[in-house]
């Protein structure tokens, strides 16, 4: 197996290795690893890698939601977003946790600027259809990459939250859905969740270090590949038919790790090709 360096990339190619990374759920709220992960992050940009960074923040939502007396409810993994809710979820998600990780990668030396999905029209979106009402829950029809790609090539590293614009308002959009539109629009070199989890699972609870789809569907039918796996190892595989190299499921180790990972020095997740 062949995992490519960005410096590797930089010196055939003469361009910078795209790298899209998803962070959310305990990475997002503990604090010792946020930092870890910020000046893993810092150190990408001096190895030849142009990185944007989507991030959730449901447990952030959550507490701001105590505050309005209102039970979040979930139906599917999506939360149910009323108008009430709809502006907690951008104040918290596009005010509190982007510009918390902003100000991290700043003071790290990182030249980072915050954005949201609303932002030149980044995320463009359309009311999500499902069995019951979502409320403001949005589903990405475009996304305009061009706002990324300018601040790339400024040699900024954008951090985005995934508040979409839609019918001239905002919507609530899931983070790893957004985190994939933006790597399939920006033909991203490479795609890295960072879950909760340390990757796919076999029936052992090992690690499963590569998978195709045709071997994930059958996991999923013997029930091996259960919960919130499901939707992000399929998202996964539609983002990949629609022309991403590759995907990484990780956990957080360490910077070390992480860097390691992108630059395709070490496999310590599972690679979805």
């Known amino acids: ?68 007396k209102e039970q979040p409810t979930f139906i599917d993994g999506l939360r149910v977003t009323t108008p009430g809710i709809m502006k907690m979820v951008e104040m918290t998600l ?27 029209n980044l995320f463009q979106v359309v009311k999500k259809q499902g069995k ?12 305009n990459p061009k706002i990324i790609e300018d601040l790339f090539s400024a040699g900024w590293t954008p951090v985005v939250s995934p508040i979409s614009i839609g019918d001239g308002q905002s919507w609530n959009v899931n983070a790893d859905t957004a985190a994939s539109e933006l790597a399939v629009a ?53 983002s990949i038919r629609r022309g991403l190299k590759s995907i990484h499921i990780v956990g957080w180790k360490d910077a070390e790790h992480f860097g390691k990972q992108i630059n395709g020095d070490l496999n310590y997740g599972t690679i979805l090709r």
Do not use: W
Request: proline fraction near 2%; include cysteine.
């Open 186 to 238: 920006l033909e991203a070199d490479q795609f890295v969740l960072v879950s909760d989890v340390p990757g796919v699972m076999d029936e052992n609870k090992n690690v499963i270090p590569e998978l195709s789809e045709a071997d994930a569907e059958k996991l999923i039918e013997a029930g091996v590949i259960s919960g919130g796996m499901i939707p992000k190892v399929r998202e996964s595989f539609k």
């Open 132 to 143: 019951v009402d979502l409320g403001l829950v949005g589903e990405i029809k475009q996304v």
């Open 94 to 120: 596009s005010g509190h946790v982007n510009k918390k990780l902003v100000r991290m990668l700043l003071t790290n030396g990182c030249n980072a600027i915050g954005i949201s999905g609303v932002d030149g």
């Open 1 to 68: 197996m062949v995992l490519v360096s960005c410096m590797e990339i930089m010196r055939t190619s003469h361009t910078m290795k795209k790298v899209v990374v998803k962070i959310g759920g305990s990475l997002a709220i503990d604090e010792a690893k946020l930092a870890d992960f910020v000046s893993a992050v810092s150190a990408l940009p001096g190895s030849g890698c142009q990185v944007a960074v989507v991030h959730g923040g449901g447990k952030d939502i959550n507490e701001n939601i105590a505050l309005l």
